[in-house]
């Protein structure tokens, strides 16, 4: 079994699931008292969050980066980052250690097209639906067509994210809200919705959704196990 390294904290409300789901598959690949081999180095969400809004992205790398080296440092065998928007600083994660980083688009992609979809679409972080760290890696490296909401949808999402859900608050009010975005997007031909942002998966459920979610804290946790128990 590989030692997983997860780069946590963005928020830790979503890297505690990553915590739950690791060892719930682990344990139901190997049975018995078996557990997941992992480290996770938890960030001050706080600190990231400030470098995000004033655009200092670099900054925001240098803190992940020294995690990254922490886990490396620790024995872990690979990295995951906990969070969609943080991939944002990916490569520069990647190009500091020896140990591959599993990025979460790239899971998340292929389950999109093992389902046979072609048009998906994408909520997340204002960064992640509007910059194109992560759209046009789902466009150029697996031909997927991206719809994200309209600009008003946006902003309702990202406010959502950041004022409730990162902070563990669940609203029914906002759930609807939700609901009629991603019915939006259906109407506009998506064919299933990526969950863009590790917290969503908090707030929406498959059943909340006539076509196919892709809860990416879920999908990559899983990955991670496989890559994991791989060779």
């Known amino acids: 079994m590989k030692t997983i390294g997860l780069i946590g904290g963005m928020s830790w ?12 598959a682990v344990k139901a690949k190997l049975g018995g008292l078996h557990s997941a081999k992992c480290i996770l180095y938890s960030v001050d969400f706080a600190e990231v ?16 980066i020294g995690a990254a080296k922490s886990l490396e440092n620790g024995g872990a065998d690979f990295l995951i980052i906990c969070a969609n928007t ?7 994660i990647q190009a500091q250690v020896r ?27 204002r960064y992640t639906m509007e910059e194109d760290f992560y759209t046009k890696r789902l466009r150029d490296k697996f031909t997927l067509d991206v719809l994200i909401p309209n600009a ?16 563990g608050k669940i609203c029914q009010s906002s759930k609807r809200q939700f609901i009629h975005i991603i019915e939006r997007l259906v109407n506009k031909g998506a064919e299933g919705i990526i969950l863009g942002c590790t917290e969503i998966g908090l707030l929406i459920k498959d059943e909340d959704c006539r076509v196919p979610i892709f809860d990416t804290t879920k999908i990559h946790a899983l990955a991670a196990v496989d890559y994991s128990l791989s060779g």
């Open 99 to 125: 140990i591959p980083l599993l990025h979460i688009a790239d899971v998340t992609a292929k389950q999109v097209k093992q389902a046979g979809i072609r048009k998906v679409g994408l909520l997340g972080t």
């Open 86 to 92: 943080m991939h944002k600083v990916a490569d520069d």
């Open 152 to 167: 008003e949808d946006r902003q309702f999402v990202n406010q959502v994210i950041f004022d409730e859900l990162v902070l």
């Open 49 to 64: 969050e400030i470098l995000q809004r004033q655009n200092r992205w670099s900054d925001a790398a240098e803190i992940l």
């Open 13 to 24: 409300e979503s890297s505690s699931e990553y915590y739950r789901i690791i060892n719930e």
